[in-house]
């Protein structure tokens, strides 16, 4: 199993930045890892994944304003989020695939309008 913990969330105002860091608990060197956001009401949306060689794909809503990146020596993932929008407001789980998806706890963001 892995453990994640998340970092990085908070309130910000329309065009501004946020950073979110995953730390994981082992090494991350061959596992695909990625970002999930969950807004109230609303289902669980894929935002952004980093395979193990470095290839990233993003959600439709998020190409161009946010970067997933991961620094295997401190065995974290970042999402870099710029441009932010009110609609980016959501919980934002990082997770872990290997044979199985181990998640994060969650961290919240929120953007004011």
């Known amino acids: 199993q892995v453990q994640l913990v998340e970092s990085g969330g908070g309130l910000v105002q329309a065009g501004g930045s946020l950073r979110l860091s995953c730390a994981a608990s082992?090494?991350?060197?061959?596992?695909?890892l990625g970002w999930y956001r969950q807004a109230p009401g609303k289902q669980r949306e894929l935002v952004a994944t980093?395979?193990?060689?470095?290839?990233?794909n993003y959600a439709d809503s998020v190409k161009g304003r946010f970067t997933i990146s991961r620094d295997t020596a401190k065995n974290t993932v970042y999402l870099q989020m710029n441009s932010l929008k009110p609609e980016d407001t959501a919980v934002y789980y990082c997770?872990?695939?290997?044979?199985?998806?181990?998640w994060g706890q969650g961290t919240q963001v929120t953007v004011s309008s």
């Open positions: 997770y872990a695939q290997r044979t199985v998806r181990d």
């Open positions: 082992r090494s991350i060197f061959s596992i695909t």
């Open positions: 980093i395979t193990s060689s470095g290839s990233t």
